[in-house]
């Protein structure tokens, strides 16, 4: 069970920096945002590409910070799992999910043969 723990805190550890790095997370309800890559220099105007470039990158820095969020949030309810005692149990069928499973995937949240039932 501590090799699974140390395998989710470090990978816990690089996806928060990760994500601090394309956005910055909101206090109150701990939700991440995506934010511009560069601030956009004092213009009056933004000509039509500058603005579809940024729309761009912020709609890329989005899909991946949404990316980045949902596996963060998979790794904490994994590391919730193993403090109350139920880390290892498939969610659907309540089985021990394979070792090998999760030597691959510490945080994963179903066996083998019950793995495309959860999304």
Do not use: H
């Not at 069970?1 to 989710?8: A, D, H, W």
């Not at 920096?17 to 997370?25: D, S, Y």
């Not at 579809?52 to 991946?64: F, G, I, K, V």
């Amino acid at each position: 069970m501590e090799k699974y723990k140390v395998k989710l805190e470090e990978e816990k550890k690089l996806l928060e920096e990760e994500l601090a790095a394309i956005g910055k997370e909101d206090a109150e309800t701990g939700d991440w945002e995506a934010t511009p890559e560069s601030e956009v220099k004092a213009q009056d105007v933004e000509d039509e590409a500058d603005m579809a470039e940024r729309a761009e990158d912020y709609e890329e820095r989005s899909s991946t910070l949404n990316a980045l969020e949902t596996r963060l949030n998979d790794i904490k309810k994994a590391l919730g799992k193993i403090e109350e005692g139920t880390y290892g149990l498939c969610e659907v069928c309540g089985t021990k999910i394979e070792e090998e499973r999760l030597d691959v995937n510490p945080s994963a949240k179903t066996c083998e043969a019950d793995m495309e039932k959860v999304v």
